[in-house]
């Protein structure tokens, strides 16, 4: 039901942008992404309210990344800028029918995730 693309292999400094295309019957109240480095656990980077637009994000990705999203295509991004050694890591993208903001962190509160893109960044 999530397809997530994007990913690669980027020097440090460099940007990039990940998508995730979702079938129109997919539920959801918030669609986001996470990450997850190599012998590390699920770490969120961004939550996006489908309604509302309403943006939240990761502690260590904050003013770097952008998440958004486009109704018509149910499609859902991550801009990513100024990025570093440490966001490389499998991005993965799913969607949450909570609407509880003290939740929407967690990945237990997401029902359906995609495949995950891997994202390398070079120092």
């Known amino acids: 039901q999530l397809q997530a693309s994007g990913g690669g292999l980027v020097q440090a400094g460099g940007s990039q942008r990940l998508s995730c295309a979702a079938s129109?019957?997919?539920?959801?109240?918030?669609m986001g992404w996470f990450r997850q480095a190599s012998g590390k656990g699920r770490e969120f980077v961004a939550t996006?309210?489908?309604?509302?637009?309403?943006?939240y994000y990761g502690d260590s990705v904050r003013d770097r990344a952008t998440i958004s999203r486009d109704n018509a295509r149910n499609t859902m991004y991550l801009q990513m800028n100024s990025l570093k050694p440490e966001d490389t890591a499998v991005y993965y993208c799913?969607?949450?029918?909570?609407?509880?903001?003290?939740?929407?962190?967690?990945?237990?509160?997401?029902?359906?995730w995609g495949q995950g893109t891997q994202v390398t960044v070079s120092s």
């Open positions: 129109e019957r997919t539920f959801r109240r918030y």
């Open positions: 996006i309210n489908w309604s509302t637009g309403y943006e």
């Open positions: 799913a969607v949450s029918s909570s609407g509880i903001l003290s939740a929407i962190q967690s990945p237990g509160s997401y029902y359906s």
